[in-house]
């Protein structure tokens, strides 16, 4: 069965920093492109960054452009988030998700077919 886990999640300062992480079980996230994505509640859920399967191709949605930074160790099975100067507004549910091998990175929530159970990220003071 296909498992990803999310961990890193909780409460922070505006201005202040986390760093989520995505580690799989059971698959490779080797040949995926791997998203990250939030939900807040009474909203939708909405893609923040991917990164391709070999790692140098990364998008993000403009709402965190310049501030966070995704990266991914395939030796570790691993993908992460770094959240820099974070905003009341990035509070939401955070998930990663898998694509299928062999697709290009997106942002689409629909375009990905295995998913995390999340991981709450607080930005208050």
């Known amino acids: 069965q296909l498992q990803l886990v999310e961990s890193g999640g909780g409460l922070v300062q505006p201005g202040g920093s986390l760093r989520l992480s995505c580690t799989a079980s059971g698959f490779t996230l080797d040949y995926r492109p791997i998203g990250w994505f939030r939900q807040a509640p009474g909203k939708e859920r909405e893609g923040v960054s991917c990164?391709?399967?070999?790692?140098?191709?990364?998008i993000y949605a403009d709402s965190v452009e310049g501030r966070f930074t995704i990266s991914r160790d395939n030796a570790k099975n691993t993908v992460y988030l770094q959240m820099n100067s974070l905003k009341p507004e990035d509070t939401a549910v955070y998930y990663c998700?898998?694509?299928?091998?062999?697709?290009?990175?997106?942002?689409?929530?629909?375009?990905?077919?295995?998913w995390g159970q999340g991981t709450q990220v607080t930005v208050s003071s």
């Open positions: 990164i391709s399967s070999s790692g140098p191709n990364t």
């Open positions: 998700a898998a694509r299928s091998p062999g697709w290009y990175p997106s942002l689409s929530p629909a375009d990905f077919s295995s």
